[in-house]
């Protein structure tokens, strides 16, 4: 993928860690510390694996028109919903669903569409040991199974390091996408390893295959590690500033 190491960088593995369910303010505000450390040169390369809670998110390119609930519907549902500041329009993160957040250090001159398509590669090969058939539409990012979407992608990229990554649907319940218009694309809808397959996964040997198959696409050794850093706080006013809950 013809990774560049950042300024302060240091040459070294991709880190990888399996979190489990973490709420999305908590990765929010990680995110964000991981991100300033990764600029300092203080840690490694790093995409953390987890599921979280019923959520909704809009990105940049979203509209209001895009969450198709009201409030109490998602109450009643327990699904939060937020502004962010990656690229993409809405999605839902859930149970079920395994999210990646790349925190990578890209060097000054990359390339998005390339970053792009080396998730996309990575999703692609991880769904092929599993016995499902993904590729790409021409249209719109993400990986598909046929007409559906089985992954969306959506990333911010600032002072050359990724933030926020992929979401693959394992065993999500897909009912929960009724909420919103997935990605902004009315004519598609989506689908999940195990609505293609007929078979349970545990979203940890998903991640064993995500890990690496991404470390893979970005040429670096792949060594899991149990983050010192686990998110423990909820977002700080700072965060805020950029991530809205939508009551």
Known sequence: MGYQEGAAAQPGVLEAAWLGRAGYEDMWAWQRRRFEARRAGECNDMVALLEHPPTY????????????????????????????????????????????????ALGHRYD?????????????????????????DTRHTGVWVGDNKIAAIGVRITRGITMHGFALNVGTDLSMFEGIVPCGIEDHWVTSVEAETGVHYRLEEVALILGRH????????????????????????????????IS
């Open 57 to 104: 998110t809009l990105g940049r390119r979203s509209t209001p028109e895009e969450i198709l609930y009201t409030p109490e519907q998602r109450r009643a549902r327990g699904i939060s919903l937020f502004e962010v500041d990656r690229g993409g329009r809405a999605t839902y993160h859930g149970p079920g669903q395994i999210v990646g957040y790349p925190i990578v």
């Open 112 to 136: 998005v569409l390339q970053y792009l398509r080396g998730i996309e590669n990575a999703l692609i090969e991880s769904l092929a040991e599993v016995a499902i058939e993904g590729h790409r």
């Open 214 to 245: 991404l470390a893979r696409v970005m040429s670096r050794p792949l060594e899991w590690v149990t983050p010192k850093d686990v998110p423990q706080a909820l977002a700080t006013a700072r965060d805020a500033e950029e991530l809205r809950l």
